[in-house]
C-alpha cells in the first residue's frame, strides 16, 4: 500500500551519494525525532498538493514567479522552499529555487515515476493515523479504509491514483518475472484496481484477454484508461469482494498484486485454493507482497499501517509458500525487489499433471 522509493536516497541525482536528508534522532533533544519527521511528511505533502516539483520541473523559478503561477502567498513559498532546500529537495540558485534532480525525477512528469499523487495520499493517510491509538486499543480499525473509499470519493481516487504510480514503477519487475506461455490467452487480475498491470501484459500478448476483479469504489477511472489504450475489446471489470464474486475459470495466468495483506489468513488460504480452480494446468499465479520475515522499519510500519487502515497483516513467505502449496502449486519462486522496500514477487505454478 506503501513506497516511498526513497531509502537510498540520492538525493541530487549526481549518482556520487548525494546529498541525504538529515537523519532525524538525537538523543540530546528528543522531539527532533517527531518534529522533523512530521514537518518532512508536511511540507513533502504540501509541495504535493501545491504541484510546486511538477512546477518546477519546468525550470528555476524566483519566489515571486512561483507565487504568482501557484497562486499562493511569496511569504509561504519563502518558508516552504527554505525547508525543502534545507532537506535537499530543492536547491537555491541565487534568487531561483530550482527542483534538485531527484524532485523531478520522481515528483514530476518528466521524471521516472510521478510520486506526486503519493504525496497527496500521504496527506490523507495522515487524517487516518490520528486514529492510531484507537487501533492500538482496539486491535483494528474502527472502519476499515474499504468503507471509508465508500463514503468519500476522494480517499478512494487519492489510493487509486498513488497505485497507479506505485504499479508504474512496478511494471518492469512484473514483466521480468512473468513468463507466459506463447499461446496465453486468459488473466485474471485480482484487486486489480488500475488496471495497468493487465494493460502492460495485453501488450505484451496480443491473444491476451483479461478480467479485472476489484471492489467497485477501486475502478472508478479504469474503464475510462482502457479506453483510452484502446483495449475495450480485451479487457473488463468484475466489479465486487474478489472473496464473494465468481470470477470464471480457465485463466492462465492470475495476478495477486499487493491484495494479500488486505486479506485475513483463511481469505487467502481460500482464495489460494479458488485460483488453482480457476487455472488452467500449468497456469501460474503471481503474487507481489511485503514479506513479514523481511523485518526493516518500512515493513514494521506498514504493519502499523494495516492496523489503521484495515486491520489485517503482512504474511511470511514460508505462509505464502503454505497456502499455495496446500492449494496444489508448486513451491513458488522469490524474488526480492531493489530497494527491499518495493517489496517480493513470488510466482507459483499449477502442475501441469495435476487434475
Ligand atoms: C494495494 S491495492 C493494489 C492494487 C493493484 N493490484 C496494484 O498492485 O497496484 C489493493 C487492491 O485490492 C483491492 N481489494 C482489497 N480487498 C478486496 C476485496 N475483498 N475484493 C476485491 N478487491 C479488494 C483494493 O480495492 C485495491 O484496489
Request: charged share 20%; aromatic share 8%.
Amino acid at each position: 500500500m506503501s513506497d516511498f522509493g526513497h531509502r537510498s536516497a540520492d538525493v541530487d541525482g549526481t549518482g556520487e551519494g548525494g546529498r541525504r536528508p538529515a537523519a532525524a534522532h538525537s538523543a540530546t533533544l528528543p522531539m527532533l525525532d517527531a518534529y522533523l519527521s512530521m514537518m518532512r511528511a508536511a511540507a513533502l505533502v504540501s509541495a504535493g498538493e501545491i504541484g510546486l516539483f511538477e512546477t518546477l520541473s519546468g525550470g528555476r523559478q524566483t519566489i515571486g514567479e512561483l507565487a504568482q503561477q501557484l497562486d499562493m502567498s511569496e511569504v509561504g513559498l519563502t518558508s516552504l522552499t527554505d525547508y525543502l532546500v534545507s532537506v535537499g529537495y530543492l536547491q537555491r540558485q541565487g534568487s531561483f529555487v530550482a527542483n534538485a534532480p531527484f524532485a523531478t525525477r520522481w515528483f514530476s512528469s518528466l521524471g521516472e515515476v510521478d510520486y506526486t499523487p503519493g504525496l497527496v495520499w500521504t496527506g490523507e493517510a495522515w487524517g487516518l493515523m490520528r486514529s492510531l491509538s484507537d487501533a492500538v486499543g482496539r486491535g483494528g480499525p474502527h472502519a476499515a479504509l474499504w468503507q471509508i473509499m465508500t463514503e468519500r470519493a476522494g480517499v478512494s481516487g487519492a489510493f487509486s491514483s498513488y497505485m497507479h504510480a506505485f504499479a508504474e514503477h512496478l511494471s518492469d519487475d512484473l514483466l521480468k518475472a512473468i513468463h507466459l506461455p506463447a499461446n496465453a490467452s486468459r488473466l485474471l487480475d485480482l484487486g486489480g484496481s488500475h488496471g495497468i498491470h493487465s494493460i502492460a501484459l495485453c501488450e505484451r500478448c496480443p491473444d491476451l484477454q483479461a478480467v479485472i476483479a476489484d471492489l467497485a469504489s477501486a475502478l472508478t477511472f479504469t474503464q475510462d484508461l482502457i479506453a483510452r489504450k484502446g483495449m475495450s475489446d480485451r479487457i473488463s471489470l468484475l466489479p465486487g469482494d474478489l472473496n464473494d464474486s465468481d470470477w470464471g475459470a480457465d485463466y492462465d495466468i492470475i495476478l495477486y498484486l499487493s491484495v494479500a495483506h488486505n486479506q485475513t489468513k483463511t481469505e487467502n488460504a481460500r482464495t489460494f485454493k479458488r485460483m488453482w480452480n480457476a487455472l488452467r494446468p500449468g497456469g501460474v499465479v503471481v503474487v507481489h507482497d511485503y514479506m513479514a520475515d523481511d523485518g526493516l522499519e518500512f515493513h514494521k510500519a506498514f504493519q502499523l499501517t494495516l492496523l489503521v487502515e484495515t486491520g489485517t497483516s503482512i504474511y511470511s513467505y514460508d505462509e505464502y509458500a503454505g497456502w499455495l502449496c496446500a492449494a496444489g502449486f508448486e513451491r513458488p519462486v522469490r524474488t526480492d525487489l531493489d530497494p527491499r522496500e518495493k517489496g517480493t514477487l513470488l510466482v507459483a505454478r499449477r502442475p501441469l499433471d495435476a487434475s
